[in-house]
Structures are given as C-alpha cells and as structure tokens.
C-alpha cells in the first residue's frame, strides 16, 4: 500500500486530521500527481474546509485527473463554489462538467441546486421533475412519468 492509500484510508477511517497531514506533505512531495490533488481537495472538504478545498479540486483538474476522480473533482469542485455563495463559479462549473460527462446525471441535480440558489426557479424545477421522472423506480412515479415530463416545463402555464 502506498502513501496515497494509505491518506485515502485514514480519511475513510474518519481519521481527517492524520489524512489532512499525509496529503499536504505527499501535494509537496509530489505536486504534478491530481490525485494527490483531488484527494487533498476531498479531506478539505470532508473537515468542513470548503475554501481551502478549492485550490485542490482546481488543480486536480488542471494536472489532468481522469476517470471517476475526474466527475468527482467537478462534483467537488462545483458542489464547493456553491456552498460558498459562489453559484456563478458552480453553474460554470457543473456546465462543463455536463458537456464532458452528459450521461452523468448526478450533475444535472447539483445544477438544479445551483440554479435554484440564482433565482432560476423554473429551470431548476424542469431538470429535477426529469431527473426524477426518468430515474424513480417508484410505482407512482412510473406511472405519471409522462404527465410529469409534460409539465416539467411548463410550471408556470394555466389551461382555461
């Protein structure tokens, strides 16, 4: 077991502080590996360090990380701005994310969130009623699947 498993297991141990320590040493020791990055980002994150989070996730990205440490350093990273207040960042964020990775449907929920927090009320409301309608295994849901894709755009429309 590496250095890396070794900080990955200690952050999955709830051993944040030990990870935090291992991480920053092996980001100095090796600052061109993103998943020494991401996962300095992730034990950020799981402190309740946010904003010292960023810098990580970003970088991962910057350096390349690939693969299902990539969706999560943009659900990371996306999830964080939005946290922060910076929805801009997030919406920029979870965009790209949604054109590299379009069947990942975790992303089109945490932009919901993020349009809801930019007053983007019926747009958030059309992705989360066809995430849910097209997802949901629930019997009820099923069986209004078509009524709820009907309406998911069209919220704010009355019939006389």
């Known amino acids: 077991m590496n250095e890396l ?10 051993l944040l502080e ?33 904003g010292a989070a960023v810098p990580y996730y970003r ?10 440490e990539r969706q999560g350093a943009y659900l990371g990273l996306g999830s ?5 207040g910076r929805y801009d960042e997030a919406k920029a964020c979870f965009e790209k994310a949604m054109k590299e990775y379009p069947e990942a449907r975790e992303f089109q929920v945490f932009y919901a969130m993020v349009l ?8 958030a409301m059309e992705i ?12 009820g849901i099923r069986d209004y699947r078509k ?8 919220l704010d429309q009355t019939w006389n």
């Open 147 to 154: 009524a709820l894709l009907f309406y998911s755009d069209k």
């Open 59 to 68: 970088q991962s990205l910057e350096l390349g990380i690939s693969g299902e």
């Open 80 to 84: 964080t701005y939005r946290t922060l």
């Open 128 to 139: 989360l009623l066809k995430q849910l309608a097209e997802t949901s295994e629930d019997k």
């Open 5 to 14: 498993d070794i900080a990955i297991k200690l952050r999955e141990s709830g």
């Open 18 to 50: 030990e990870s935090k320590s291992m991480l920053l040493a092996l980001v100095e020791q090796y600052p061109s590996n993103p998943q020494v990055w991401y996962h300095c980002a992730w034990v950020h994150d799981s402190m309740g360090l946010e």
């Open 116 to 123: 809801y927090n930019l007053q983007e009320h019926s747009s």
